[in-house]
């Protein structure tokens, strides 16, 4: 029990930060980011890898995540940034801000660890004023056969080891039922196991009131 303790609290913050910066993880974040604009929260925020990346028309960042020490993480990558950072150390579940409040939510391979993902999104629905924007790139359930079985087989393990990450949820349709309409979506896999990489990137709108 000590040692899972030890595990989640110093080792997998680290892991995570290494993990999340391979090149075409990166290359996604360039994608991503640029059309964040007015206020905005990044749910799962982690070490703060997405911070670079945000453009000039973010006025306020509201950077949120669990793991106190994924935050500080962030806070010390912190750059000079354009924008005031507020770090929330909160669960996507239940989000410290207001309603209608926000103007975009972020969420970069967030979603598959979330433990109620369905939560997550209606709560970020919640914060988003009408026609406010959901920006996201996540990796999940994949079109094949062979590797749908593959993630099945594979996730009781792989949760338990990176920090409850699940790799079988169908990213879209958990968008969709939180009531969002997607109005951008690039599917592929990235390099790299097929199970763990395939990607769902792209734009969803909460409706307008
Ligand atoms: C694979 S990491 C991705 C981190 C970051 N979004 C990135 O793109 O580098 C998954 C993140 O989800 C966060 N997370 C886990 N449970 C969460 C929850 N209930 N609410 C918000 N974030 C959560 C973890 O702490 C971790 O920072």
New binding site residues.
Partial sequence: MRRRGVYDRWVLPRL?DLA?RNKQVTRYRGRTMPAAAGRVLE?????G??LPFYGGQVQQLYA????AR?LRMARRKQPAAAFPIEYLEA???AIPLDSRSIDTVVS???LC???DAAR?LREARRVLRPGGLLLFTEHGFAPDPGVQAWQRRLDPLWSRLA???HLDRRIDRLIRDAGFDIVELTNEYLKGPRPMTYTYSGQARSPAA
């Fill in positions: 995570i999340m749910i799962g925020a982690g070490s890898l997405n949120l995540d669990p793991s994924l669960s996507a579940e970069t391979w967030t660890s979330v433990p997550a920090g409850g990450c």
